[in-house]
Antibody, heavy 124, light 108 residues
Framework: QVQLQESGPGLVKPSQTLSLTCTVS??????????WSWIRQPAGKGLEWIGR???????NYNPSLKSRVTMSVDTSKNQFSLKLSSVTAADTAVYYC????????????????WGKGTTVTVSS | EIVLTQSPGTLSLSPGERATLSCRAS???????LAWYQQKPGQAPRLLIY???SRATGIPDRFSGSGSGTDFTLIISRLEPEDFAVYYC?????????FGGGTKVEIK
């Protein structure tokens, strides 16, 4: 059973870079037709997609965050990571990592495995 | 960007009642790329429906999804106590993902 676990600092100062890692357990991050994604949720609000990465390093980012986001993958550690630069209080949220499943023949798109989330607060 | 609008914002119902949740897209969405999630307080979202109408593994058959183009619906046929939660629709298109704003199903 695949599990995801987010990790990283819970407090980041304004203008600094938020860095989070998602560790995949129960299977190789390179197996199957999966992308890996980050999603965030400010307290009391809805879900916002941040971006996705494939094990080849191919990425797609939310256009609204694209200028500040960098995602990377380390297959040797079974991990993928998120960096969000120049953070402000508006970046305070619970950050989730998730697996994107395309199903057979890349026919579908859905997020079938989620981490429990990690809270990141941006404050001085 | 495709905007997903969910309605109603809040649905107040009693256990045993039927819940009908709507997700409307600003442009046509491929039904194979439309999913629904359930989220309870303090928990991560859980996949309910993918491909607009296929139930995810372990999801009870009281949950059903339908729709195409710009209009999609999630129906919970008979609400169980554990179904009171927030529900989100999500679409994928042009290499971008968007979520609806959510519908909260609360106990009346």
């Amino acid at each position: 059973q695949v599990q995801l676990q987010e990790s990283g600092p819970g407090l980041v100062k304004p203008s600094q870079t938020l860095s989070l890692t998602c560790t995949v357990s129960g299977d190789s991050i390179s197996s199957g037709s999966y992308y890996w994604s980050w999603i965030r949720q400010p307290a009391g609000k809805g879900l916002e997609w941040i971006g996705r990465i494939y094990t080849s390093g191919t990425t797609n980012y939310n256009p609204s965050l694209k200028s500040r986001v960098t995602m990377s993958v380390d297959t040797s550690k079974n991990q993928f990571s998120l960096k969000l630069s120049s953070v402000t209080a508006a970046d305070t949220a619970v950050y989730y990592c998730a697996r994107i499943n395309f199903g057979e023949n890349y026919y579908y798109f859905y997020m079938d495995v989620w981490g429990k989330g990690t809270t990141v607060t941006v404050s001085s | 960007e495709i905007v997903l609008t969910q309605s109603p914002g809040t649905l107040s119902l009693s256990p045993g009642e039927r819940a009908t949740l709507s997700c409307r897209a600003s442009h046509s969405v491929s039904s194979t790329f439309l999913a629904w999630y359930q989220q309870k307080p303090g928990q991560a979202p859980r996949l309910l429906i993918y491909g607009a109408s296929s139930r995810a593994t372990g999801i009870p058959d009281r949950f059903s999804g339908s729709g195409s183009g710009t209009d999609f619906t999630l129906i919970i046929s008979r609400l169980e106590p554990e179904d009171f939660a927030v529900y989100y629709c999500q679409q994928y298109g042009s290499s971008e993902v968007t979520f609806g704003g959510g519908t909260k199903v609360e106990i009346k």
